[in-house]
C-alpha cells in the first residue's frame, strides 16, 4: 500500500553575515574548533566582546550553527545567557542546534526502531517545539508505530503552523484511515489534493478509504486518476478490480486483474482476485484454475483455498470444499472461514459440526453476527425456538440492519403466536428493505390472523405489487377477502394462487 512520507529536511535560518577579520574572532573560546560550544564559553565570549554585542551574538550564532553546543538550554540558562547579553537570535540558535542533534540522531535509530525515532523527536521538539519537519517526522515514527492517534496530533499541529502543507494532510488521512475513521480521512485527502492535485498517493489513499466504506464508483475514479498519474501499478490495478467487482462490474474487474498479472505475474494474490471474479461469472473452471495457479505460487495462500473452497461450495462439491476449507482453517483461522465451513456442515444435515464451527467463529469473534444468524436457522430447522431466538436477536444485537435476521426471527413469532412481536419485527425488516415482498406477505398474514382485514389486504397488495408471482400473497388476500365478504374477490385470488402454484411446480 503506497503512503506518501516526506523525507526530514531542514528549513534554512536566515542570519545576517557581516564580514569579520580574524582578529574579531571571539575571545575566550574555551574548545579546540572542532568542537561544540560549551555555556562557559559563549557567555565569556558575551561578557568579553570587543567588537559590540550585536556582532559578537551573530558571530556566536554562526560558529553554533557549524559545531553546535555541548550544554542543554532551559529557561534557568536562558535567563543567565540573556543576562550576558544573549539575543533572541542567539537562544534560537542554540535551540536549533540542540534539536538538530536530537533529529540526527532519530535519523540513525533503526528502520524499525519507532521507539528511539520518537524518544529523539520527542527530545528535539523539546528545544523547538515549533519545527514542523520534526513534529511531520515524528508523526511518521509514530503512524509506523500504530500510535494514530499520536500521529494525528503531531500532523494536526504541522497544519497549525503551515495550513497548505499538503504531505501532512494526507499523512494524517493516513492515520484516519488506519484508525478507521474514514470520513475524517476522506476529509484530510481531499484538501490534500486540493493543494498539491498531481500528488498520485492521495488518490490511492482516498480509493482505499471510498473502498472500505462501499462507495465502489468513487473507488474507481480515484484510482483510475491515480492510474493516470502513475501507469502500469499492478497494486492501483488490483485495487480498481476489486471496486469493480465489489460493483459487479466482473469483466471489468477482470480486465483490471489481467493487467495486473501482467506485470506481476508471480504474485498468487492476484489470481486468487480473477478466480473471485471467474466463480463470480459462474465460470467454475477458469476461477479453478486460477486458485490451483495462487496456491501453485504460494502454497500457504489461505485466501486461495479459502475461495477454492467457496467456489466448490457453490458447485455442491462438498467434500472437496471441505477439504479446502480445512486447509484455509488450519493455515489462517478466522471466524469467517469457520462460519463457511459450518454452512457445508449444514447443507450436509450434519448440524452438531455445523454448530461445533459457528460456536468456532463466535468464540474468535463474538460478535460476528454471521455466526449467530445461522446459528439460529440450524435451531430454527430443529424446532428449538427458543435457542433460535437468542440467535437471531444476538445477530441482530452486533448488526442492527440485518433485515434476515428480523426477517427469521419474526417468522418463529408467527409460528408461537406472539403477533406483536412479529409485528415489530416486519415492520423492520420493511423500514430496512420496503421491496421486500416476503416481509410485505408475512405482515399481512399478522394481519390476517388479528382479523385486521383491511391492513391485510393492503399488505398482501403491496407483495403482489413487488412479485407479481406471489401465490402466498393471493391466498392471504383471498382468505381476508372472504372474511369481509367480497366472495367475488377471493374466488379470483384463490384461482390467481392456484395457476401460480402449479406453475412453479417442476
Known sequence: MHKFQRSVMWHLFCVVVVPLLLSLMVVGQES????PWSLSAIKTALTTSQAGLPTTNRVLIKKIEERGVDF???????????ASGASDGLILGIRVALCEKYTT????????????????????????PNDDVVLFNRGVAKNKAEDFDGAIEDYTKVIQINPKDAAAF?????????KGDYSSAIKDYDRAIELDPKQPENYFN???????????LKAINDNSKYLKLKPNQADALNNRGEAYFENQQYDLAIKDFNAAIALEPNDSYQFVNRGRAYAAKDQFVQAVRDFDKAIKLDPKSEYAYHN??????RQRKYEIALKDYDKSIELVPTAERYVDRGLVYQEKKEFTLALKDFDA?????????????????????????????VSFSKAIEFTSDDTDAYFERGAIYIDIADYQAALEDFNKVIEL????????????????????????????TAAIKLDPNNDTAYSNRAAAYDEMGDTQKAESDRNTAERLQKKSKP
Open 308 to 313: 477454492r473452497g467457496y467456489t466448490y461450495f
Open 72 to 82: 542543554e538550554i532551559d529557561e534557568s540558562i536562558e535567563k543567565d545567557l540573556r
Open 361 to 389: 467463529a463466535i468464540t474468535l469473534d463474538s460478535k460476528y453476527s454471521s455466526a449467530h444468524y445461522y446459528k439460529g436457522r440450524i435451531f430454527y430447522e430443529l424446532e428449538e425456538y427458543e435457542k433460535a431466538i
Open 206 to 216: 482516498r480509493a482505499m478509504a471510498y473502498f472500505d466504506t462501499n462507495e465502489y
Open 433 to 460: 428493505d420496503p421491496k421486500n415482498s416476503s416481509a410485505f406477505t408475512n405482515r399481512g398474514l399478522i394481519y390476517l390472523r388479528t382479523e385486521n382485514y383491511e391492513k391485510a389486504i393492503a399488505d398482501s
Open 170 to 178: 494526507g499523512s494524517r488521512g493516513n492515520s484516519y484511515l488506519k
Open 32 to 35: 579546540s574548533p572542532s568542537q
Open 105 to 128: 540522531r532519530a535519523e540513525v535509530c533503526g528502520d524499525s526502531d519507532f521507539k528511539c525515532q520518537i524518544e529523539n523527536y520527542s527530545h528535539a521538539l523539546k528545544f523547538h
